[in-house]
């Protein structure tokens, strides 16, 4: 079972630039999330998706964007890259409601900016 | 202010001891409470999810407690193995339905030694 992939694995960005991290899970889950981890700190919810087409801003969504493709993909997108996105970025999946459930992550992405 | 607040930061057993990992909780209202395992370099994996009217919960050598009216929880783990060397992580639900919300503690780093 592939449960939530994520790409890319590692990336290196110079500050301005943009990139879009791409998630999908094959566990027909209705709610998708996507967190940042940084040390020192809890992982923080950057933004959720209840639904296909639905997403709702979470605790620290600013510089980001996201798209729900369809049930299966989330992505994230950085449009303009600054040094304190610098982190570790996880997708995960659940059912139900949101954090209501048993939550399912990837495998991470890390992300340096420049 | 919700918080969840984890100790010890970190650990070193020997391979085959038990060991508890603590986390206090001031959190309302209160929702459910997850244990998870997060090696590194890895995305976390849950180990158990309890309710308000759940006290204890196993998932193999790991048992969790709960104790709503002090608002604690540990985590035991019997007899360590060097798998089990990894970050585990409280994490408090607050709320309920849309305005669920998930407060991460920082973890506690495991290393089980032979």
């Known amino acids: 079972n592939a449960g939530v992939t994520q790409t890319p694995k590692f990336q290196v960005l110079k500050t301005g630039q943009s990139m879009t991290l791409q998630c999908a899970q094959d566990?027909?889950?209705?709610?998708m999330y996507w967190y940042r981890q940084d040390p020192g700190m809890g992982l923080r919810l950057i933004y959720y998706?209840?639904?296909?087409?639905?997403?709702d801003k979470g605790e620290v969504p600013n510089g980001y964007n996201v798209s729900r493709l369809n049930k299966r993909e989330f992505s994230l997108r950085l449009e303009s890259a600054a040094p304190s996105q610098t982190s570790v970025y996880f997708c995960?999946?659940?059912?139900?409601?949101?954090?209501?459930?048993?939550?399912?992550f990837g495998e991470g992405s890390w992300l340096t900016v420049v | 202010k919700n918080q969840v607040e984890q100790s010890p930061q970190s650990l070193i057993i020997l391979e085959g001891k038990n060991c508890t990992l603590q986390?206090?909780?001031?959190?309302?209202?209160?929702?459910?409470l997850r244990w998870y395992k997060q090696d590194t370099g890895r995305g976390p994996v849950s180990l158990t999810i309890?309710?308000?009217s759940e006290n204890t919960k196993s998932n193999g050598r790991y048992t969790a407690t709960l104790d709503a009216d002090t608002k604690q929880s540990s985590l035991h783990i019997t007899a360590s193995q060097l798998s089990d060397s990894a970050s585990y992580i409280c994490?408090?639900?607050?709320?309920?339905?849309?305005?669920?919300?998930?407060?991460w503690g920082l973890g506690t780093s495991l290393a089980v030694n032979p």
């Open positions: 995960a999946s659940s059912e139900g409601g949101r954090g209501g459930n048993t939550i399912y």
């Open positions: 566990m027909n889950h209705n709610s």
């Open positions: 998706s209840a639904s296909e087409g639905t997403t």
């Open positions: 986390c206090n909780y001031t959190v309302s209202p209160f929702s459910n």
């Open positions: 309890m309710t308000f």
């Open positions: 994490v408090v639900s607050v709320g309920a339905g849309n305005n669920r919300k998930l407060i």
